[in-house]
């Protein structure tokens, strides 16, 4: 017993120095709520910030609620466990939670809502325990989360809620599906108006393979517009559920 419990600790005290060994590097944009995010979302685990997490979006945010954003993290294909997404200074922060698993790359494209400039990140956990963390800095001229959606003016609007437009594109060794998806996606911060969004979504293959799972959150736009890279051939099939318990779904050949 006395040399498991040795045994044990030493196992212990050595990836506690492997954590400590990590040097994260100068935050490329020093943030004052840095800390603040690493321990709510990151759960103060060993991360480094890392310029092979590539996090693309427009210097300045022309129409703050749609706001186009590309995480990149193919140069960790193979290892990547998740990835989360966060803009620092928004009211509703959390962007998405993206789990590549079976063909799906690390590498996903969207469109989100904007309050305020603001950094922007893409943490991306990797099998050995360590975040990846990328990071850029967007300006803005403000509002993209306080004002009302443009879909609740459009007439009928209600009736075509879930419905998904899109198709698949070849690549060279991978094809890309680009997809929209009709919902208002409210974020609650509108008065009278409370939370309806997509909260989850799978892509799964023809034999129901699940490809990849994402959690969305309040700061996606309204009418998401994603896009996922994909290994091989073959039909798919996204899967969405609401907050609200509605579920849809949609094939791409």
């Known amino acids: 017993m006395k040399w498991r419990g040795s045994c044990l600790l030493v196992c212990w005290l050595s990836l ?23 321990q709510q979302l990151l759960g103060n685990a060993p991360f480094v ?23 990149d993290a193919r140069a960790f294909k193979g290892e990547v466990v998740k990835i989360l997404a966060w803009a620092e200074l928004n009211p509703l922060p959390k962007i998405v939670d993206f789990q590549p698993l079976n063909l ?17 990140r893409a943490a991306v956990l990797t099998r050995d325990g360590v975040w990846h963390v990328g ?17 609740r003016t459009q007439p009928g609007w209600e009736e075509h809620i879930g419905e ?8 060279g060794e991978f094809s890309r599906l680009r997809l929209q998806v009709a919902h208002p996606m409210d974020n609650g911060m509108v008065s ?25 959150f309040p700061a996606v736009s309204e009418n998401p517009n994603l896009a996922f890279d994909i290994e091989g051939a073959g039909q798919t099939r996204l899967l969405l559920r609401d907050n609200s318990g509605n579920e849809f779904n949609a094939s791409i050949p």
Request: charged fraction near 25%; proline fraction near 10%.
């Open 104 to 120: 799906v790359l690390p590498w996903l494209s969207l469109r989100i809502r904007i309050e305020q400039a603001t950094p922007l």
């Open 49 to 71: 910030f890392d310029e092979r997490v590539k996090l693309l979006a427009p210097p300045f945010a022309e129409d703050a609620r749609q706001v186009p954003l590309e995480i």
């Open 164 to 171: 998904v437009l899109g198709g698949r594109y070849p690549r």
């Open 16 to 38: 506690a120095a492997q954590a400590d060994a990590i040097d994260p590097g100068k935050d490329p944009v020093p943030s004052v709520m840095w800390a603040f995010y690493h």
């Open 135 to 151: 990071s850029t800095l967007i300006d803005a001229a403000g509002g993209g989360c306080t004002a009302p959606s443009v879909v």
């Open 192 to 216: 009278g108006i409370p939370e309806f969004f997509i909260s989850h979504a799978e892509l799964r293959d023809r034999n129901e393979h699940v490809l990849a799972r994402l959690e969305l």
